[in-house]
Structures are given as C-alpha cells and as structure tokens.
C-alpha cells in the first residue's frame, strides 16, 4: 500500500527565512504533486513533478523530485506572511491503475509565518 | 475559463438520511475523481469516473456510491448517513491526456 508522509507537519517560521518541506512516499511512482490549501478552501495546485531530477519554481516556492529517492521537498524562500497555509504533496501509485487520477496525499504541513 | 463547480457547497443532513452532491468539471474534462477530507483521516481517495464508467475506487463502504454521466458531470451519493461522514467533499477534474488535476471548492457536509 502506497503510504506518504511529509515532514514536519507543522512549521513555524518568520517572515524572511528560508525552509523546506519534505515528502517521502513508499512505492515507485514518477507523478508527484504539491497542493496548497488555505483554511476553508479548495486544493489550490502548485506544481506537478513528472520525472526524476524535476524541478519547478514560481516565486518563492520551488519544488524537485528525486525518484530513486522517493523524495520530494518544497523550498520556501524568504518567506511571507501570504505563504501561510496547509501544503499537501500528493503521489499517484501507478503499479495500482493507469489513469494517472488516483492520488494518495501526505498529511499535510500547516506553515505559520509570522511577521 | 470555469473551474470545478460543485453543488451544494453547504449543507446539513440528520443521521440515516441520504445525501447526493454534485459536481461539474472543467469544460473538456473526462476524467472526474472524489475525495473525502476530514481533520482525522485528511484527503482520502473515493473514487474516479471516465467516460460514465467508474474506473477506480477507494476503500469506502458501498453506501459511498457516484455516477458520471454523458457530459462528464458527476454525481455522488451517500445513503443512510453517519456522524462520521461529516465532511469537506472534494471534486477534481483532469483532461485525460493531461497531468494537472484541479479541485472544486468542495461541499461542506455536517450530518447531525
């Protein structure tokens, strides 16, 4: 059974700091994604990772995917208060179906920026 | 363009009663999936349709059931509700040829 988890699950930082969130996941899989989810809200979608060595940016995020690893991390920088929210990495498990739309999500990493 | 719009976005129901949500997915888009999300268990996979044939489905007890139909709009039902199905319900939406999937704003479930 495709199991994810994130680290850590709740993260406090200040406004300028840099961090990372990271997502390990336990079976092959070359389709990761990272979600965004402010309180009562939708998923917002961030970035989908296709294969290993990928890495995407937009603005201060920047995701990357190491398959062999099964690793995926998440990389603030120079935080701001707008960042604060819930981040779900998600992985589709394609030794279980094909059509690329079952996801298995972590738990979630609440980030908290303080000013 | 539209996103994922899904009806109703709040609603409460009482206990063994049934409740149907709906969901339309972005114009073009075949391939329509579900999730549960609550503080205990977060973001768990339902199931999928494509083409009104449900293709994948998760480890949920039957009374969880859904249907796609022939412009791609899907519905989802839950017969004789519990306190545990109290919920955020979430729709996503996908081309099938493509790799991003996009959520609904989802319908806020309260079962008392």
């Known amino acids: 059974e495709l199991k994810v988890e994130q680290n850590p699950l709740f993260l406090s930082m200040q406004e300028g700091k840099n961090y990372t969130i990271y997502c390990n996941y336990s079976?092959?899989?070359?389709?990761l994604y990272w979600y965004r989810q402010d309180p009562g809200k939708s998923l917002e979608s961030l970035f989908v990772l296709l294969s290993n060595g990928a890495v995407k940016q937009e603005g201060r995020l920047m995701a990357s995917l190491d398959t062999k690893a099964r690793l995926s991390t998440l990389h603030i920088t120079a935080a701001v208060h707008d960042l604060s929210a819930t981040y779900f990495c998600a992985v589709v498990d394609h030794q279980k179906e094909t059509s690329g739309s079952r996801l298995t999500f972590g738990e979630g990493t609440q980030l908290t920026v303080n000013p | 363009k539209a996103g994922v719009t899904q009806t109703p976005r709040y609603l409460i129901k009482t206990r063994g009663q049934q409740v149907t949500l709906s969901c339309s997915p972005i114009s073009g888009h075949r391939s329509v999936s579900w999730y549960q999300q609550t503080p205990g268990q977060g973001l768990q996979f339902l199931f999928e349709?494509?083409?009104?044939?449900?293709?994948n489905k998760g480890n949920f007890p039957g009374r969880f059931s859904g249907r796609q139909f022939s412009n791609s709009r899907s519905e989802m039902n839950v017969s004789t509700l519990e306190l545990g199905d109290s919920a955020l319900y979430l729709c996503?939406?996908?081309?099938?040829?493509?790799?991003?999937?996009?959520f609904g704003e989802g319908s806020w479930l309260t079962v008392v």
């Open positions: 079976t092959t899989s070359d389709r």
């Open positions: 349709y494509f083409s009104e044939t449900q293709r």
């Open positions: 996503a939406s996908r081309m099938f040829s493509g790799n991003t999937i996009y």
